[in-house]
């Protein structure tokens, strides 16, 4: 029964019975952070489910994420209630090899989740995953919000013309509503933080998956969104950034630092243009909108448009400020405050001079 390999998901009626209640029992602690794995989660946080092959890899490609809170690996997509690990492998759950990924959306987006998904893995491979075969190894993502679905459909599309033109095949992955989450056996969470040197099957096509957010994406004249050129593609942890970033750019930009007033390039310069995240490329502010504020550093009234940046409420230091991060990589860009010219909405963005790009084309 267990060595069954149909290419093809079974029907309902085809599938394993399964049981109503869990066939074993997990302690639901995270091995690596020490958050529950089930729920419920934080207030305001969001959950994604994304299949990609072999669920032990995968989890910790997400649990070293910075904004991810917690990670689990899990059966979903199928049929059977409460199947265990056998029957998955058995192709008779409809199941496939899951992991469930908790995060915060003020550090992490959902769009930066779904470039790591597909950066990471073959999209193109159908029901396997490089030598791992079988329907419980297909590319899936599955929604868990409107919101998801829409960026998912949005990515398949984008990565798929990205694929075309490397040469490379369609994108198979399944884009289908989140239904229940099995939690997988205790052994199989974080399986390679408990064995550091275990089995990882995954691999990337070798094409950068670079999504553009909603204030990033023009339009041809035939109607098809084309991705902004001057968007870089994101690096997910700290030790990617800090690579990509110069020792002041990542002080500020990664770890919430600020540079010395007065001393950064932008601070009085009047060059038209479209001001960039320096990390990552996404436009924030307009030469029209900058100002000499006198205060230091780069000073502007108004974003390019309000889902430009996130606000964060910032208590840091023993003052209540509100930060300002870049909606598109979380990085941390400065403050704003109430004190701007009155007749210009009375908004100042106070913005570090090495956390922004000048793009002059």
Known sequence: MFGHKDATVPAPDAALPGRA?????????????????VGP??????VAQFAMGCFWGAERLFWTVPGVWSTAVGYAGGHTP?????????????????????????????RALLQRFFDEHDPTQGMRQGNDVGTQYRSAIYYTSEAQRVEAEAAVADFDRALAAAGRGPVTTEVAPAGAFYPAEEYHQQYLHKVPNGYCGLKGTGVTC?????????????????????????ALDDEAWRR?????????????????????????????GIYRCMACGNPLHTSESKFHSGCGWPSFTETISPEAVE?????????????????????????????????????RYCINSVAIDLDET
């Open 41 to 46: 989660f934080p207030a305001g946080y969001e």
């Open 311 to 347: 606000l964060i409420e910032d208590r840091s230091h023993g003052m209540v400020r509100t930060e300002v991060r870049c909606a598109r990589c979380g990085s941390h860009l400065g403050h704003v405050f109430p004190d701007g010219p009155r007749d210009r909405g009375g908004l």
């Open 244 to 272: 990509r970033l110069t020792p002041e750019q990542f002080a500020v930009l990664r770890q919430a630092g600020t540079e010395r007033p007065f001393t950064g390039a932008y601070t009085d310069t009047e060059d038209p």
């Open 21 to 37: 209640t869990p066939a074993f029992e997990i302690s639901g602690i995270h091995a690596v952070n020490g958050h529950p794995i």
């Open 82 to 110: 409460n199947p265990t690990y056998e029957e998955t492998c058995s192709g008779l759950t409809g199941h496939a090899e899951v992991v469930m990924v908790v995060f915060d959306p003020s550090m992490v987006s959902y």
């Open 210 to 234: 670079t999504l553009a957010g909603p204030d990033a994406v023009g339009s041809r004249a035939d109607g098809v969104p084309e991705v902004d050129p001057g968007l870089k593609p994101l």
